[in-house]
């Protein structure tokens, strides 16, 4: 029986007319399965291009990413993000500290942090309500990925010019993450007392596989 290009839809031809009602069958219980996306908990591990599925990244917050694959993308990641939401944490919260300066620390036990289920590319999302004690510090909320020690490159970061002033940072940047791969919240401090409130971290796929 022939099939089409790029679903291998089957479907009868003028020489199948006999066998007209079964083909059709195959044809009805291959686009019920196959036409149109799927919930799925893990990656097709045959995948055909063009398929597509509805990911549960998160089942119990709620989080589905529509995924569609494409077999020339680049790399290995061909599940290119298509919908759906963030991976989110938040703390409103406000945390301080005053030790270590120049160094970052795990403070609030990495909060807030969040776990993504695949290896692939991300756009990942930090950002906080930071001051300090005393003016012309300079504070830093960065994340860390895994077990690698954050990075300047990785965070937000706020100088205040007066004492105790607050103010909102937020930045978005891509990055190459591994399956399970934890992502932390680490602070630093160049002096004086730093603080951090309606502190977020978040995550959201660009291609995964």
Do not use: C
């Amino acid at each position: 029986m022939p099939t089409t290009t790029r679903l291998a839809l089957p479907y009868p031809t003028v020489d199948d007319e006999p066998a007209g009602a079964t083909q059709m069958q195959a044809l009805a219980e291959k686009l019920d399965t196959e036409a149109r996306p799927v919930l799925v908990t893990s990656l097709p591990g045959s995948p055909t291009d063009g398929q597509e599925v509805y990911y549960v990244a998160d089942s119990a917050a709620g989080v589905t990413w529509h995924l569609r694959y494409r077999a020339a993308a680049p790399g290995a990641s061909k599940w290119e993000f298509v919908g759906g939401s963030p991976l989110m944490a938040e703390v409103e919260a406000e945390l301080a500290n005053a030790t270590s300066p120049g160094s970052y620390v795990l403070l609030d036990a990495g909060a807030p942090s969040v776990t993504v289920p695949l290896a692939g590319d991300y756009l990942v999302t930090v950002g906080s309500r930071i001051g300090n004690s005393a003016a012309g510090n300079t504070m830093f909320h960065a994340v860390q990925f895994g077990a690698a020690a954050p990075v300047d490159a990785d965070s937000i970061q706020s100088t205040s010019a007066v004492v105790q002033a607050r103010a909102s940072h937020s930045r978005e940047f891509r990055k190459a993450i591994a399956a399970g791969a934890v992502l932390r919240s680490q602070y630093k401090v160049g002096g004086g007392t730093g603080v951090w409130a309606q502190r977020f971290l978040g995550a959201r796929p660009v291609r995964l596989g």
